[in-house]
């Protein structure tokens, strides 16, 4: 028998309409998990991102300018 792991979504990426409309639901991608990671650049900057993985891929999303 086989168990289905739950993760958790801190960053709220399945409620965003932005990055659903990005995600290929229409072939069953799904989010899985997210959270903010710290980034460091080839110049040792850091960089905060938001880590997404989902059924199917890893996104590293740059966090958005206002």
């Known amino acids: 028998m086989e168990t289905k792991r739950k993760f958790n979504d801190y960053q709220g990426c399945a409620t965003n309409g932005e990055i659903m409309a990005s995600l290929d639901t229409a072939k069953g991608e799904e989010v899985v998990f997210s959270c903010i990671v710290i980034k460091f650049n ?5 960089q905060e991102r938001t880590f997404l993985l989902t059924n199917q891929y890893l996104y590293n999303i740059k966090k958005s300018e206002v």
Request: glycine fraction near 0%; aromatic fraction near 20%; charge should be positive.
């Open 42 to 46: 080839r110049w040792n900057m850091k």
